[in-house]
């Protein structure tokens, strides 16, 4: 009888299949215009969960993917995820979104209530007329679902966001600005709803003690980050976001609201701004393809993939045509040239991977099922899927910006 190979190997293997696979679809199927590689990450993380590898092929499964390979795949994932949200919450620019203030609330307030709406609409029904046991988690209460749902449907990725805006060549330019101003508003909200929708009664003394510590230590960590050289604030800035992170899940909240709170607290300008981009692209390339397979290790098929698949398109509906008529509606009111609103709105409605995050919060706190959880990323991937080919095109007739 053979012995098991050591876990280092097991855990390389598992490394093996997590950067070859997607990137070897993308590359040799040339998926980029419809799927581009962050897609293929997501999805080859849901092929290679239980899902589907572990369905088809237990055996080998069960060999590679052993509890204490996963338990180092989670660290990775944990961490990724942590520098990801860190770079999201380092990008917002208040002072650009306070001088466009109307500008920026009415498009960033419709862009994400409109959405919120219909993805409530829906959480609600599968409460009303469905089995809510199959759809919310066990510590889960009805506003919680509701509103949690809700929320991850107006959900716009920032950094993913970042990335299509780099690939269509408007970054840089008015239009680019603009989005990531709107973009940038929603993120803040979303994450403040649901620091409330997670708040934890018993942990309320802890909470407030997080919140009071937290805005002390922003004075102090700023006025450090003026003090400092410019080439010691990257190492600074990963302790103050492993400490935000610790401090928020000790108080009840998640890990990642603390990671989003301790880029949002910091200024983009203290960093310079390619060493940033390169950050943020190191990130997604070495470590979040891990977070990824601990994404797909999450689906969950149990109540039939018809139903699972049926509530996805419909929860997919809602965060398209939510996002398109809420951006729509604020282009009316504020007076914009003809096809800014499609374009904007179709960017904004990307969700990718800060979704994901999301509704992974909401998965580790129990207040949805993994059949919701794999509604919800089936969603996500479609949102995102739909970007790229339906905004390439309206973006080349659109005349440049002055």
Same mark, same amino acid.
């Given at each position: ?28 199927? @040339? ?33 590679? &993917? ?16 942590? +520098?990801?949200?860190? *770079? ?6 208040? #002072? ?13 307030? +419709?862009?994400? *209530? ?7 609409? *829906?959480?609600? =029904? ?41 690939? +269509? ?6 239009? /680019? ?5 709107? =973009? ?14 997670? %708040?934890?009664?018993? @942990? ?22 003026? =003090? $400092? ?11 103050? %976001? ?42 997604? %390339?070495? &470590?979040?393809?891990? &977070? ?5 290790? @999450? ?5 039939? /993939?018809?139903?699972? &698949?049926?509530?996805?398109? $419909?929860?997919?509906?809602?965060? *398209?045509?939510?996002?398109?008529? /809420?951006?729509?509606?604020?282009? #009316?009111? %504020? ?68």
């Amino acid at each position: 009888m053979t012995s098991a190979p050591p876990v280092t190997e097991l855990f390389l293997l598992a490394l093996i299949l997590i950067f070859s696979v997607p990137y070897l679809v993308w590359r040799l199927c @040339r998926t980029d215009h419809w799927a581009p590689l962050v897609v293929v990450q997501i999805v080859a993380g849901i092929l290679l969960g239980p899902g589907v590898l572990g369905a088809a092929l237990p055996g080998y499964y069960t060999l590679i &993917f052993t509890p204490q390979v996963i338990g180092a795949l989670n660290g990775i994932a944990w961490w990724a995820v942590m +520098l990801f949200v860190f *770079v999201a919450g380092l990008e917002l620019d208040f #002072r650009e979104a306070w001088r466009s203030r109307r500008d920026t609330v009415v498009t960033a307030g +419709l862009a994400m *209530v409109m959405p919120m709406a219909l993805g409530a609409a *829906v959480a609600a =029904a599968l409460l009303r007329f469905g089995n809510p046991a199959a759809w919310m988690g066990p510590k889960g209460q009805d506003w919680q679902f509701v509103t949690g749902i809700g929320m991850a449907c107006a959900v716009t990725a920032l950094p993913i966001l970042v990335l299509f805006l780099t690939k +269509l060549g408007i970054l840089r330019s008015p239009l /680019g600005q603009r989005i990531l101003r709107y =973009a940038s508003l929603d993120d803040v909200i979303i994450w403040g709803v649901l620091a409330v929708i997670l %708040l934890d009664w018993e @942990r309320m003394g802890r909470q407030a003690g997080f919140v009071i510590g937290f805005g002390a230590a922003v004075w102090a960590v700023r006025r450090l980050m003026i =003090a $400092i050289p410019k080439r010691d604030r990257w190492y600074c800035a990963l302790v103050w %976001l492993a400490a935000c992170g610790f401090l928020a899940d000790w108080s009840g909240l998640h890990y990642m609201v603390g990671a989003f709170l301790a880029g949002a607290a910091l200024d983009a300008s203290w960093f310079d701004l390619d060493e940033m981009d390169q950050f943020r692209d190191v990130v997604l %390339l070495a &470590f979040m393809p891990v &977070f990824f397979l601990s994404t797909g290790l @999450r689906t969950s098929w149990e109540i039939g /993939g018809y139903a699972i &698949f049926g509530v996805g398109l $419909i929860l997919l509906a809602a965060m *398209v045509i939510g996002k398109l008529a /809420g951006v729509g509606l604020a282009g #009316r009111i %504020l007076g914009w040239k003809k096809g800014d609103a499609t374009v904007i709105g179709w960017l904004l409605q990307t969700k990718a991977l800060i979704m994901i995050i999301f509704v992974s919060v909401l998965f580790d706190k129990q207040l949805i099922t993994s059949a919701t959880f794999t509604a919800l990323l089936l969603a996500a991937l479609g949102s995102t899927m739909l970007t790229i080919p339906m905004v390439s095109s309206r973006i080349l007739q659109m005349r440049p910006e002055e």
